[in-house]
């Protein structure tokens, strides 16, 4: 029989950050397969996850928003990537690379009606770049690809700014508008000395120091913000990709130019927050600005229903235009550990976060 290793939730979270007690490593024996380790299912794969991802949206995951106690323990899912062991699926062969989400267990049989929810990177990358997969060609690489090019609608020369400028996100979305579109790029990040990284690695022309800021008021901080923008940027921003939340949404919509645009990404600032994130908008100066806020999720990008991801990405890496920045956590022991990571003790992480199993 094959050995499996799975990631548990012990229970509900509903504020504060997640930490390693509250997740725990089960193991059980593969099941849904013959006795020559095949599927058993028509249509069916077996999967041996290389990869797994911990992203900051699946904070909200463990919130029971009305659910019983008992439905809090329960294995986790996410993003992960792998190799095809067995398959009776005519779309897949062993040894073909895959990137979706999935339980995270390091060995599965993927049912039928979920395959179509994988995606192959066999002609984009080798075994050596899997971790890739749950990244830069991803949920993240995606998110950054759809959210930049078509809900912010860039324009050559235009001012974009970037709140957490230095995540698996954040990074991408910059080196897109520097590298790709020719966008003047503001980041902010944790530190100066990712203020420094991203500006060097990331081609970044101007970075803010979140940390340096007085926060402790909102309106002051934001104010704050808004000042170093100011400064760095004069005649304002075009565009605003946001990750964070709270002052950072603020001084942006405070610092947007008429007909300027806001992609919603995350609000990571409230996520441990019992009811999470919350922004106050004037809607009537976005009718006289003719400015734009629209929140998105990147599954039209990632499944190819819209644009060329797989392709454009993997080939703006081809030519250096868009850099790959991981931090890695080995073993599927180390999964709950590299989640507290995305909350507490940042300044360790650069890029995005992965497992390697």
Same mark, same amino acid.
């Given at each position: ?11 509900? %979270? ?92 390091? @060995?599965? +049989?993927?049912?039928?009606?979920? @395959? ?42 235009? !001012? ?72 760095? +940027? ?21 610092? %947007? ?31 006289? !600005? ?8 990147? !599954?039209?990008?990632? !499944? ?54």
């Amino acid at each position: 029989m094959v050995a499996v290793k799975s990631v548990w939730q012990k229970g509900f %979270l509903e504020s504060g950050a997640p930490k390693e007690e509250h997740f725990e490593i089960k193991e059980s024996e593969l099941s849904g397969v013959t006795a020559d380790n095949q599927p058993e299912e028509d249509g069916a794969v077996i999967v041996e996850v290389r990869y797994m991802s911990c992203d900051p949206y699946m904070r909200g995951f463990l919130k029971s928003q009305g659910r019983p106690a008992e439905e809090g323990k329960k294995i986790v899912s996410a993003f992960v990537s792998g190799i095809i062991l067995a398959s009776r699926n005519e779309n897949w062969k062993v040894n073909d690379l895959f990137g979706g989400s999935l339980p995270l267990s390091t @060995v599965q +049989v993927v049912p039928a009606k979920a @395959v179509a929810g994988l995606w192959n990177l066999s002609q984009y990358i080798g075994e050596e770049s899997l971790s890739q997969g749950i990244g830069a060609l991803g949920m993240p690489g995606s998110t950054a690809y759809g959210g930049f090019i078509d809900v912010l609608e860039p324009k050559e020369g235009q !001012t974009i700014f970037v709140s957490a400028a230095s995540g698996a996100v954040g990074s991408i979305v910059g080196q897109i508008a520097k590298n790709v579109y020719k966008c003047t790029t503001v980041g902010s990040c944790g530190g100066q000395a990712k203020c420094e990284h991203i500006k060097s690695d990331f081609g970044y022309d101007h970075a803010i120091d979140y940390k340096s800021i007085d926060q402790s008021g909102a309106d002051k901080g934001a104010a704050e913000l808004k000042a170093k923008l100011k400064e760095a +940027v004069p005649m304002g921003i075009d565009m605003y990709f946001e990750n964070v939340g709270g002052i950072h949404f603020d001084a942006a919509m405070n610092s %947007l130019r008429p007909k300027g645009r806001v992609a919603v990404c995350g609000g990571i600032s409230g996520y441990n927050d019992k009811d999470g994130p919350r922004q106050e908008v004037d809607i009537l100066s976005l009718i006289y !600005t003719a400015q734009r806020i629209e929140g998105f999720v990147c !599954t039209p990008w990632l !499944t190819g229903q819209q644009g060329n991801f797989l392709g454009d990405m993997s080939q703006w890496i081809k030519e250096g235009k868009v850099k790959v920045e991981e931090t890695t956590y080995n073993g599927v022991e180390q999964w709950a550990t590299a989640f507290n990571s995305l909350f507490e003790n940042t300044h360790r992480n650069k890029g995005k976060v992965v497992v390697k199993v």
